[in-house]
């Protein structure tokens, strides 16, 4: 079970860090990404790691924008957000592929969290 945290309400302009953390066992050998939706839009890829060696792949169009890390002590993936803008308006989601240590489409990935919320306003 995947679970996220750390969303919420900021103004344009902030930095936001969401945590994921998996219950029930370890990261070893998955590859974690980061998906987000925006309301009336398709689930996209923000970033994506791959656990073992800390590789981190960017969507194109997110290239620079979002930072994914992992804290292996607390089996925790994280997406820290810098000079968030109004579009980034969304719910977050972390998901996980057992053996998808490179990037991996959508609908491989076989394990997601429930989500969490970030606002951003002007």
């Known amino acids: 079970q995947l679970v996220e945290s750390g969303g919420g309400l900021v103004q344009a302009g902030d930095s936001l860090k969401l945590s994921c953390v998996r219950s029930?066992?370890?990261?070893?050998?998955?590859?974690v990404a980061w998906f987000r939706q925006a309301p009336g839009k398709e689930r996209e890829v923000v970033v994506s790691?791959?656990?073992?060696?800390?590789?981190?792949y960017d969507a194109d169009s997110m290239k620079g924008r979002f930072t994914i890390s992992r804290d292996s002590t607390k089996n925790t993936v994280y997406l820290e957000m810098t000079s968030r803008q109004p579009e980034d308006t969304a719910v977050y989601y972390c998901?996980?592929?057992?053996?998808?240590?490179?990037?991996?489409?959508?609908?491989?990935?076989?394990?997601w969290g429930q989500g969490t919320q970030v606002t951003v306003s002007s």
């Open positions: 998901a996980a592929k057992y053996g998808g240590l490179g990037p991996n489409p959508t609908d491989e990935y076989n394990y």
């Open positions: 029930g066992g370890a990261f070893s050998n998955y590859g």
């Open positions: 790691i791959n656990w073992n060696v800390g590789a981190t």
